[in-house]
């Protein structure tokens, strides 16, 4: 670990901690929005609480671990390594756990006939691993060329997911109107631009290509994939929310409570 400057230090530190208060934010959320929404959408709220309750539980344990390998020096004006390593295996972990609940969420709010839907999960929940599994060796390597090797590799699943994504929402929003198909087509921008920002970081962190010097470097990707988190799960959640309220909206639905309530008697 190279030696930061309290400024840099802190920089990672304040965005880690930023990305628990959000991750536990949207965690209360999305737990609460569950009654807002008809029986049919709740499964896609029940994994945007998951995906940021298992990423706001790992963000606290890289909070931890990048505390403990960094010790401010005896003049106060830099960071040095404490020699206990900071663990990046978290951040993969919690991707393995939390990329296939998100595609899966997306994949229920864009109502395919059933079929069809568990066999798009399938390949896309198999595609996601892949990506992550194949990225892991890049990360954490530190001979370059590996890296960029392990980077390609890890892209071919990246682009195969996207693009799955990109068309089927596509054709899911050519048979809508007005809010839903606008939702739906922001949504896309956002996938593409949250997903995008991970290939991008993972290049910046790559110390031996010299793009960002080595500090730079360790910083560049915290902050880099804690940004992307926080905009890939919880942006993500709230614009899932938005799509089932306005699927609600244009189809008539109630909620099931409302149903649920006895007429006043007379
Ligand atoms: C909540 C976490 C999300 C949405 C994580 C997404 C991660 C990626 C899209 C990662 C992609 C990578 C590549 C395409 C190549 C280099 C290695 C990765 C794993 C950073």
Redesign the pocket.
């Known amino acids: 670990m190279p030696e930061l400057s309290v400024f840099q230090f802190s920089l990672v530190y304040n965005m880690l901690s930023l990305a628990i208060a959000s991750m536990l934010g949207s965690f209360a959320f999305f737990v609460m929005a569950r009654s807002q929404v008809s029986k049919r959408f709740r499964p896609a709220l029940v994994m945007s609480a998951l995906v940021v309750g298992i ?1 706001g539980y790992h963000y606290w344990r890289i909070f931890g671990s990048w505390d403990a390998a960094y010790q401010l020096n005896d003049a106060g004006t830099a960071y040095l390594a404490t020699g206990k390593p900071f663990n990046d295996a978290y951040r993969y972990v919690d ?1 393995l756990l ?2 296939p609940l ?1 595609v899966a969420e997306l994949v229920a709010v864009m109502t395919l006939p059933k079929g069809k839907r568990g066999s798009m999960m399938a390949k896309l929940i198999i595609a996601s691993a892949l ?2 599994g194949l ?1 892991y060796p ?2 954490v390597t530190s001979d370059p060329t590996m890296a960029v090797v392990w ?1 390609i590799l ?2 071919i699943p ?1 682009v195969y997911i996207l693009y799955v994504l990109w068309v089927e929402l596509t054709k899911a929003a050519e048979g809508e109107s007005g809010e839903v198909k606008v939702l739906l087509r922001n949504t896309k921008l956002l996938l593409l631009g ?2 995008g920002f ?2 991008i970081t ?1 290049i910046l962190g790559i110390e031996a290509l010299g793009l960002v010097g080595g500090a730079t470097s360790v910083v560049a990707l915290q902050v880099g994939y804690s940004l992307a ?1 926080i905009a ?2 919880c942006g993500y959640g709230i614009m899932i929310y938005a799509i089932a309220r306005a699927r609600m909206a244009s189809a008539g639905e109630e909620l099931d409570e409302h149903a649920a309530v006895p007429a006043p008697a007379k």
């Open positions: 990423a991707w939390t990329v998100l990506m992550i990225g890049g990360e980077g890890s892209s990246f949250t997903w991970y290939p993972y988190d890939a799960k």
